[in-house]
T-cell receptor
Framework: AQTVTQSQPEMSVQEAETVTLSCTYD???????LFWYKQPPSRQMILVIR??????QNATENRFSVNFQKAAKSFSLKISDSQLGDAAMYFC?????????????FGEGTQLTVNP | GAVVSQHPSWVICKSGTSVKIECRSL??????MFWYRQFPKQSLMLMAT?????????EQGVEKDKFLINHASLTLSTLTVTSAHPEDSSFYIC???????????FGAGTRLSVL
């Protein structure tokens, strides 16, 4: 069974600084998808970034980028120029490369605080 | 991105009553939808996978008679919490994925409070 581990229950960063959230996973599959979701106080789950395992290039979305290390089964999220609106719970998630009916496996989450 | 609508956002009910939560995909069809439960400061726990036109698949430990799921169309899945009790109070979230994409989009969630 796949597992996703986020070893940092809480992180904090100063506004405008950079922070990296860690995520490791375990799978025997070679093709899969990885995601970072953000859950602000409103509790709406928002997709931040996704990575296809077959792509070597790390995904980037504006201030958000990932460091995907397939051999190490590591998928960290880097947030640059942190903003107050980035404060949220961040979940790393894994999904097999099957149809859209495939389930997501979530990590435990990292609560990010952004200090002004 | 695709939009998933979930209703109601907050419901308060008396113990012993049933509550229905709706999850709609507004701009795409979803043969599969997912229902999660989330306790405060914890991750999402998958309760069941809702399949259009067939029975839902429940995760181990989830009572199918307590949490009834109906997925009657390609855009609507409902979760009914039957004979609700205070321990059922929680945050329930649905998600769906367009068949052409590999991303799940989430509803805004429903906060259930059982008195």
């Amino acid at each position: 069974a796949q597992t996703v581990t986020q070893s940092q229950p809480e992180m904090s960063v100063q506004e405008a600084e950079t922070v990296t959230l860690s995520c490791t996973y375990d799978t025997s599959e070679s093709d899969y998808y990885l995601f970072w979701y953000k859950q602000p106080p409103s509790r709406q789950m928002i997709l931040v970034i996704r990575q296809e395992a077959y792509k070597q290039q790390n995904a980037t979305e504006n201030r958000f980028s990932v460091n995907f290390q397939k051999a190490a089964k590591s998928f960290s999220l880097k947030i640059s120029d942190s903003q107050l609106g980035d404060a949220a719970m961040y979940f790393c998630a894994y999904r097999p490369q099957e149809t859209s009916g495939s389930r997501l496996t979530f990590g435990e989450g990292t609560q990010l605080t952004v200090n002004p | 991105g695709a939009v998933v609508s979930q209703h109601p956002s907050w419901v308060i009910c008396k113990s012993g009553t049933s509550v229905k939560i709706e999850c709609r995909s507004l701009d795409f069809q979803a043969t599969t939808m997912f229902w999660y439960r989330q306790f405060p400061k914890q991750s999402l726990m998958l309760m069941a996978t809702s399949n259009e036109g067939s029975k839902a698949t429940y995760e181990q430990g989830v009572e199918k008679d307590k949490f009834l799921i109906n997925h009657a169309s390609l855009t609507l899945s409902t979760l009914t919490v039957t004979s609700a009790h205070p321990e059922d109070s929680s945050f329930y979230i649905c998600s769906a994925s367009p068949s052409s994409m590999n991303v799940q989009y989430f509803g805004a969630g429903t906060r259930l409070s059982v008195l």
